[in-house]
């Protein structure tokens, strides 16, 4: 997406300018020291330094980030729609939000408290990114009272 090195997964997902400031939005967020530097390093080792008792959040967190840089390379490279950092942020939360609606509720009140702290980040993103970024993308069941 930066046109800066040959595309790789670590590039891509980790190591990309574009990747790395979702990445610190939620690494900052959740006060771990850095950011996963490859897909190994993700499910290995990194992973590791969450509480067990955020597991279950953090690997949403994380799926939802791959994914959703994902999507943005793809918008960029096959229809040449480049997709800012925010809206990549508020699209992960988005999905988290999505995702988290979706299971249980025994895991789900367990997350209840870190979703409150994603969404309370997305103030600092200011009300341009809601209105120019997320606006648009947001279907019918989905509104920006549910995230
Ligand atoms: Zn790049």
Do not use: Y
């Not at 190591?15 to 939620?26: G, K």
């Not at 096959?78 to 999905?95: A, E, P, Y």
């Not at 019918?140 to 549910?146: A, Q």
Request: charged fraction near 25%; aromatic fraction near 12%; include cysteine.
């Amino acid at each position: 997406m930066c046109n800066s090195e040959i595309e790789s997964i670590d590039h891509l997902f980790f190591l990309c300018p574009v990747a790395n400031q979702v990445w610190c939005h939620f690494i900052g967020l959740f006060q771990f020291p850095d950011a996963p530097r490859s897909m190994s390093h993700l499910w290995g080792q990194w992973r590791l330094t969450w509480p067990k008792d955020k597991r279950v959040f953090g690997d949403l967190v994380s799926k939802s980030i791959v994914w959703n840089v994902w999507l943005a390379r793809n918008d960029c490279l096959f229809k040449d729609i480049f997709t800012t950092v925010n809206c990549i942020i508020m699209k992960t939360v988005r999905l988290i939000h999505f995702w988290l609606s979706s299971i249980a509720d025994s895991p789900r009140e367990r997350c209840e408290e870190d979703i409150s702290m994603v969404r309370r980040s997305l103030d600092f993103l200011g009300p341009r990114v809601l209105d120019a970024d997320l606006a648009p993308h947001i279907g019918d069941d989905h509104t920006l009272e549910e995230i």
